[in-house]
């Protein structure tokens, strides 16, 4: 039990890694450069939107493996099963 909790919060956490790091590298390289290179916000646009379906699929691969073994986290956490999810009342007041 121990141990897939802890394969979880690995998984949950190079996850949010790999999603952070992407946001920011077209925050803090991509977006200077476009900047810098490009004459005309045609172009600007159009290399981020290229850029942008590129990486996609690493991005919603990234937050799927954030949010699947996040949601596992939170009931560990909070000692929710899934059918209590949906079947108990007092389950977000729980959380909060």
């Given at each position: ?52 379906r ?14 699947v ?28």
């Open positions: 039990m121990r141990l897939a909790y802890q394969i979880r919060v690995l998984v949950h956490n190079l996850a949010m890694a790999i999603w952070a790091g992407g946001i920011l590298f077209l925050i803090l390289v991509m977006l200077p450069l476009a900047r810098r290179d490009m004459d005309r916000p045609e172009d600007y646009a159009r290399l981020l939107g290229q850029v942008a590129k990486c996609r699929r690493v991005a919603w691969i990234g937050i799927g493996l954030l949010v073994p996040g949601l596992y986290i939170a009931g560990d956490h909070w000692q929710l099963t899934y059918g209590e999810s949906f079947t108990r009342t007092d389950w977000f007041t729980r959380i909060i």
